[in-house]
């Protein structure tokens, strides 16, 4: 064979051989499965993490750095006295039903999220809306009783997602949004798919063609799963004490970043003896709390003294405030009249964080003459029947995961049945501040009244511990909302 035909032919072989294509599917893995797929009827973080900026679509969005973002809205004016909002819609938005977006599915699913019947777990941030005018379909001018110092950033949300009054009733079981995503198929105990919106209006932004979310409650399982490729990511691996194990496998990238997630042990104050104070405070100081993120998370979250996001510029260190002090504890309860010892129960759900913490509480309560009981309790389901909603418990434990969430302690009826007056009218007024420095400076003050009156034992931001195919890129390392936003991920040739 001659030299020049030998050319030839390799140029032929090469020309006709396939280009290596990156992959375009993706399969995540996450602890919990969500009890339904509308984030704007139900509380668990689950149904966000599934479904926000990947289904649904707000008229802003909180980025990777918590920021927000023009979405649904291009742009957006504020009036002098912050009592109206006027927004400039995006144009050629559709639905996944194929539907046309327009300012009259804003004023409907405002409406919706805030009226007397909604069950928005959030629905607060829309309260200070008086009315909502949809001039023409592209703008939306939105009118505020009073001024919301944080409502941009509340627009961001999950439970602020635009849907359509064709489509919201069934969006529980099959969500219909704006996103780049749209819903495929749900195997109930198993998994969620999705796939690439092909008429999504910013199509070039997303790469993949499918995203498959798994349930994988078992820790263990979920290290298995990624050792063995059957996951591509596990963005909240609830295996801690093996995440040091990823970081020096060159297979996987792990990543130790931040949740708004403040991991608190709540008490029912409505209950003896928690509508003591002074138990309430007892109990605190029976807290260890380094040894118990060393325990429980291999020492991997930061302990906190009060309720609010040690990620946020107005956080204070509120942990001095009530300190470790086992012999305190015991004095407390013995001035309370429980100097003979007290037993109570803690219903825990069943994720590793909880489970791991509740074992450490009780062994740390125990020196101070406190019996503590756990009792398991399903999450989502069992825990909102009888924690949430029927307050029907001692103490329980749980992440709460929404930014700026301080203001749960002063809602009516929530499932601490706290009450303090004054907290109440300090958060209600920091609201209404639009001045951020002093809006900060309440922030500060409400969360020394939380840290000295101790609602619940204020234990440590939860950590997120993300643990990825090396190949990946764009998942978001912290977590400034509730989202397993995969709207720019690409896989590495």
């Known amino acids: ?28 893995g996450m602890p919990i499965e969500p009890p339904g797929l509308d984030p704007t009827i139900a509380a668990p973080v689950a149904i966000r993490e599934v479904t926000w900026a990947n289904l649904y679509e707000g008229l802003v969005r909180i ?21 109206t909002y006027t927004f400039r819609l995006q144009t050629g938005v559709k639905f996944h039903d194929g539907s046309a977006f327009d300012s009259a599915d804003v004023k409907f699913a ?62 529980k079981a099959n969500p219909v949004g704006t996103g780049p995503f749209k819903f495929k198929s749900w195997t109930r105990g198993d998994r969620v798919e999705l796939t690439r919106n092909p008429d999504y209006w910013q199509k070039e932004k997303t790469k993949l063609e499918t995203v498959t979310f798994r349930f994988i409650s078992d820790p263990q399982a979920q290290v298995a799963a990624l050792r063995a490729g059957d996951l591509d990511a596990f963005p909240n691996l609830s295996a801690p004490e093996l995440f040091s194990e990823f970081q020096k496998d060159a297979r996987f990238k792990a990543v130790a970043g931040n949740t708004e997630g403040e991991i608190v042990a709540g008490m029912n104050s409505a209950k003896k003896p928690f509508d003591d104070p002074r138990v309430r405070r007892a109990l605190m100081h029976a807290v260890d709390r380094k040894s118990l993120v060393e325990g429980a998370y291999s020492g991997f979250g930061q302990p906190i003294g009060s309720f609010f996001s040690p990620n946020h510029p107005a956080f204070v260190d509120m942990t001095a405030v009530i300190p470790y002090d086992p012999a305190k504890a015991k004095a407390l309860l013995a001035e309370a009249g429980h ?22 509480l009780s062994a740390m309560l125990a020196e101070a003459g406190v019996e503590l009981k756990i009792i398991p309790t ?23 995961a929404e930014p700026l969430d301080m203001d749960i302690f002063a809602r009516d009826n929530y499932y601490f049945n706290y009450k303090n007056d004054k907290f109440k009218a300090l958060i209600a007024d920091a609201a209404k501040t639009t001045d951020e420095k002093a809006r900060f400076a309440k922030y500060a003050e409400a969360q020394k009244i939380l840290a000295e009156d101790v609602p619940a034992l204020f234990l440590f931001q939860l950590p997120k511990l993300g643990v990825w195919n090396a190949k990946l890129n764009g998942l978001w390392e912290n977590s400034p909302v509730p989202s397993n936003d995969v709207t720019e991920v690409t896989w590495s040739e």
């Open 1 to 28: 064979m001659s030299k020049r035909f030998l050319a030839a032919a390799l140029l032929f072989s090469v020309s006709l051989a396939p280009a290596y294509a990156a992959k375009t599917s993706l399969v995540v």
């Open 63 to 83: 980025d990777r750095n918590g920021k927000v973002q023009p979405m649904l809205a291009k742009s957006w004016e504020v009036a002098p006295d912050g009592l």
């Open 110 to 171: 405002f409406d919706r999220a805030r009226a007397p019947n909604s069950t928005n777990a959030q629905k607060q941030i829309l309260a200070p809306i008086e009315a909502i005018e949809t001039p023409d379909p592209a703008t939306v001018v939105i009118k505020l009783k009073e001024t919301s110092g944080n409502f941009l950033t509340y627009l961001g949300w999950g439970d602020a997602v635009i849907v359509a009054p064709e489509t919201a009733e069934n969006n």
């Open 339 to 360: 100097g003979g010892g007290l037993s109570i129960t803690i219903k825990t759900p069943q994720m590793a964080y909880a489970s791991r913490s509740a074992e450490l």
């Open 378 to 400: 399903e999450f989502p389901a069992k825990w909102i029947e009888e924690v949430f909603r029927g307050k029907d418990y001692d103490m329980t434990i749980v992440a709460h």
